[in-house]
């Protein structure tokens, strides 16, 4: 779904964090997905919404965990 054109609700970030750590996330907006990297999963988003479940979300590889931002 890397072309989905809704947007997520800006005030909706400032108040989302890791289900699994209860950590930050960080919104990669071209992938369309909330980052953990502390839990070192992806959590996408689906038509403007996060999907925050774990089983939905893919891992992170080393090179992401490990790349700035």
């Known amino acids: 779904m890397a072309d989905d054109p809704v947007e997520i609700d800006p005030k909706l970030l400032e108040i989302l964090v890791c289900p699994v750590t209860r950590g930050p996330l960080?919104?990669?907006?071209?992938?369309?997905e909330l980052v953990s990297k502390q839990a070192r999963l992806a959590f996408p988003i689906r038509e403007g919404v996060p999907v925050m479940l774990a089983d939905e979300a893919r891992e992170l590889t080393d090179e992401e965990v490990n790349a700035p931002g």
């Not at 960080?26 to 369309?32: L, N, P």
Request: charged fraction near 45%; glycine fraction near 0%; avoid cysteine.
């Open 26 to 32: 960080v919104y990669r907006r071209e992938a369309h």
